[in-house]
């Protein structure tokens, strides 16, 4: 069905798209449609690296932006906000009439640096930009409509030709499918040959079934598979409701969608031991699972907690801090609904080589990060009704060892902490750990709405009802990270 669909979408596609890197006469282009998140630009970045493995004369290159148009507001849209739509905009304008401007803008856009900071640095003037807004709405009808062909708002999307492709985004079969798709006088000899003798050597039976979106396939974390196992496998989706998606649920445990069960024999499923090694599967009922956590989804069997959210950080990573203090300025614009607990978790280890490390935990940002992950445990459990102000004030500096000063404007005493810190910290860390590890979540920030439904992109939030007032502050940054 998806197949057809995009296949009909590729004949019917408008010819004055975004973004051209194409030589007149090349034999063969790619569209590509992406969301400008962190797998857009990834799938981007692979896209150019095989087309400058073909050379421009052989293979074209497209790209496209996912946006809507919505006939009531006469307004577009896209699936992560208006940061989104306005990064999308200014891309649109460099690409069609800056396209000398663009492929330095956009070799610099994903390094998390802003646009106007790429604009300065290209020593390009914002000016020239505004003085062609006026000249948008055509373009952006164009990327409505060929949106709309594909019937879908999610990422990336790739059209060779009229075929579309539906493998792991690696280089290495996206390369094997382009080649396909060439004249034959034009293909690269050997390259499907290759492929073909060891694509889909590992098969992947995921169960998802979630109304509300929460265990949706993610795209970001299937791309490790061609990596863990050296080949792209083949994926078939099976609902979860159904006799055998109910089947395989209770035959193996599972607790959590999407479940990621691996088919085949030790001897067909390259690397299992190391994989299983790291933790990244482990077997149940003689069959090797992906192991949970460290991706977005759903767990079947956990007590709902209405209305709570817990967010689980490193207390020095950037992306955790940026998280809480979205979380921080809703509070104080009344965006976030007081009937909605938030409750700020840590991300540790226990330390298993004591002889090399100093201290009984590990922690990404080193000592000093577990050091204050005890500290604000510690506000949490004896001084909850100041945690947040001691949050807003230590978030200001949170790499200074200078937390006193922070305590002391959050109307705390400093010494009464480290009196704390010294009676309770390493049992308050450790019972930290064992939650985190119980549910998987390695990645700072994580998201925990409910007991239930755990987000590893903050963005998604705004998506929950409940968080819908707070959009804007949410979707402040458009590429979203994390620190693992």
């Not at 663009?102 to 640095?121: E, N, W």
């Not at 088919?263 to 949970?292: F, M, Y």
Request: aromatic letters at 8%.
């Amino acid at each position: 069905m998806l197949a057809r669909r995009l296949r009909r979408a590729g004949a019917a596609l408008l010819l004055s798209v975004s973004c051209l890197h194409a030589e007149p006469s090349v034999p063969v282009t790619a569209d590509l449609f992406v969301n400008l998140d962190q797998n857009g630009y990834e799938s981007i970045r692979r896209l150019q690296f095989v087309q400058d493995h073909f050379r421009k004369s052989v293979l074209g290159v497209r790209f496209h932006y996912l946006v809507t148009y919505d006939e009531k507001t006469k307004s577009y849209s896209s699936r992560w906000g208006d940061p989104e739509m306005q990064e999308i905009k200014t891309q649109l304008l460099l690409s069609h009439f800056y396209p000398e401007v663009f492929p330095k803008y956009l070799a610099c856009r994903p390094f998390s640096m802003t646009s106007d900071d790429c604009l300065k640095l290209l020593g390009f003037p914002k000016s020239r930009l505004a003085a062609r807004q006026a000249e948008l709405d055509p373009i952006l009808a164009v990327e409505a409509k060929n949106t709309a062909m594909l019937s879908s708002s999610q990422g990336p999307v790739l059209l060779v030709g009229n075929q579309a492709y539906q493998g792991t985004w690696d280089a290495l079969s996206l390369a094997a499918f382009i080649n396909q798709q060439l004249p034959v006088a034009r293909r690269i000899k050997g390259l499907a040959d290759d492929i073909s003798k060891t694509q889909n050597t590992v098969r992947i039976d995921v169960v998802v079934d979630d109304p509300t979106g929460a265990s949706e396939r993610d795209a970001n974390f299937e791309q490790n598979f061609s990596r863990w196992f050296g080949v792209p496998p083949k994926v078939e989706t099976i609902p979860y409701q159904s006799e055998k998606g109910r089947q395989l649920a209770q035959q193996y445990g599972i607790q959590f969608l999407p479940a990621y069960l691996i088919a085949g024999s030790d001897k067909e499923i390259p690397n299992h031991a190391g994989l299983a090694r790291a933790k990244l599967i482990h077997q149940t009922a003689g069959r090797w699972i992906v192991s949970d956590g460290g991706r977005a989804g759903k767990f079947l069997n956990r007590t709902p907690e209405p209305k709570t959210l817990t967010v689980f950080v490193m207390s020095q990573c950037p992306f955790g801090v940026k998280a809480e203090q979205a979380i921080l300025q809703a509070r104080r614009e009344g965006k976030l609904p007081k009937e909605v607990a938030v409750r700020i978790r840590f991300i540790a280890n226990l330390n298993a080589e004591p002889e090399k490390l100093v201290g009984k935990f590990r922690s990404l940002h080193g000592m000093a990060e577990w050091e204050e992950d005890i500290r604000q445990l510690v506000i949490q459990k004896h001084f909850a009704d100041r945690y947040w102000d001691y949050l807003a004030a230590r978030n200001l500096a949170y790499t200074s060892s200078q937390w006193e000063k922070a305590a002391r404007t959050a109307g705390l005493d400093p010494e009464k902490i480290q009196e704390l810190y010294d009676r309770e910290g390493e049992k308050l860390l450790s019972e930290e750990i064992a939650v985190t590890e119980a549910l998987g979540v390695r990645a700072s920030p994580t998201f925990l709405w409910q007991n239930t439904d755990l987000i590893t992109d903050r963005r998604a939030l705004s998506k929950i009802p409940e968080f819908s007032a707070m959009k804007d502050i949410l979707n402040q940054e458009i590429q979203g990270a994390q620190c693992q």
